[in-house]
Each structure stands twice: as C-alpha cells, then as structure tokens.
T-cell receptor
C-alpha cells in the first residue's frame, strides 16, 4: 500500500513571494504518477500539476513547479509570485501507473492549508 | 459543458435514515469513483466502477453501497447512516481506468457535505 505525507498542515506567504509545500510518499512501485491538487473555498478539486515518475525532468505549469526526488520519495510544490487566488488547501496525491485493480485510485496526503496574505 | 454533477450539495440527516447521493457525468466516461474527505486524512476512495455493472471496493467501503446501471450515473447509497459518515463526499470520473495517462485524468464533482446527527 502507498502512503502520502504532508508535514505542513498550514502555511502562509506574502503576496508576490515564493512558497514551497512539502510532500513525501512511500511505495514499492516503480511506475507511478504524482499530482498536486488545489481545493479553494469553493471545494472544487483542481489539478495543479502532474509528474510522471519515469521522467526525470521536473514538471512546471506557469507559476507552479515541482521538485521531484524519486530516490528520496519527495515531491514538493513551489509556487512563485504568489497571488491571493492561490489561497486554498493543497493536496499531494499518488497514483499507480497502468491498468490495475483499483483503476485510477488516488492516494492523498492530509493536505496543507495555504494562506496568501496581501 | 463537461462536468460531474453531484446532488445534494448539502444534507443534514439523522442516524439510520437511508439516503442517496447522486453523481452524473456527461463526458461518456467509463471510470467513476467516490471519495470522502476528512480533516487531516485527505481524500480516501470508497468505491469505484471501471464500467457499467462493474463496481469494487476502495479503501473505506464499510457502510456504503453503489450501483452502476448506466454509464453516466454512479449513486452512493448510505443504507443506515451513522455519525462517523459525516464527511465531504466527492464523485470523480475519467475516460478510462487506465491510470495516469491522458485518458485517466480524474474530473471531480463539486462535493456533497453530509452531516449525520
């Protein structure tokens, strides 16, 4: 079984600054995907960024980038130039790759609540 | 508009009163699943369905039932709700059950807040 740990229950950052959210995971799988989801107060789950474990290059999406360290089983999210709209709960999640018994099951961390201050 | 629709969005009920949370998707997705979200635990999968008439248990299935009679609908049934089922529930779907590829991207509904007194 997989586990995902987010050790920072809450964080805050000043608008326009950079913040990094931590995530570690434990798995015996070699092929998998990692995700960061954003959940604003509206409760909608929004996919922020996705990393394929077999790719060494870190994924980026505009102001969002990850630091993927496969050997250390670490997957942190960096948000640059933080904006007020980034205020949300952020979840790190793991998914085994390929057709498997649980299909597209995501294993989530407990979440990090991020507050962006003006 | 492509979407996953859940109803009701909010519900307060009492212990033992059967309830159903509906989920419908308009994207012709094969794969659908239910998660519950609890503070500090993130989201945990309750049940999933790879296709019509094919369902299976996730990590926390106790106290829940599902059915998949049609491709677009995947209702979550609580036969005898208990206070420990107070939670935020999400339905999600993807084009296929092939994990992680473009066809495996999960689309989430807006969540249903359930309180059992």
């Amino acid at each position: 079984a997989q586990t995902v740990t987010q050790s920072q229950p809450e964080m805050s950052v000043q608008e326009a600054e950079t913040v990094t959210l931590s995530c570690t995971y434990d798995t015996s799988e070699n092929n998998y995907y990692l995700f960061w989801y954003k959940q604003p107060p509206s409760r909608q789950m929004i996919l922020v960024i996705r990393q394929e474990a077999y790719k060494q290059q870190n994924a980026t999406e505009n102001r969002f980038s990850v630091n993927f360290q496969k050997a250390a089983k670490s997957f942190s999210l960096k948000i640059s130039d933080s904006q007020l709209g980034d205020t949300a709960m952020y979840f790190c999640a793991f998914m085994k790759r390929g057709l498997n018994n649980a299909g597209n099951m995501l294993t989530f961390g407990g979440g990090t609540r991020l507050m962006v201050k003006p | 508009e492509a979407q996953v629709t859940q109803n009701p969005r909010y519900l307060i009920t009492v212990t033992g009163k059967k309830l159903t949370v509906t989920c419908s998707q308009n994207m012709n997705h094969e794969y659908m699943s239910w998660y519950r979200q609890d503070p500090g635990l993130g989201l945990r999968q309750i049940y999933y369905s790879m296709n019509v008439e094919v369902t299976d248990k996730g990590d926390v299935p106790e106290g829940y039932k599902v059915s998949r009679k049609e491709k677009r609908n995947f209702p979550l049934i609580l036969e005898s709700p208990s206070p420990n089922q107070t939670s935020l529930y999400f339905c999600a779907s993807s084009l296929s059950g092939l994990a992680g590829g473009p066809s495996g991207e999960l689309f989430f509904g807006e969540g249903s807040r359930l309180t059992v007194l």
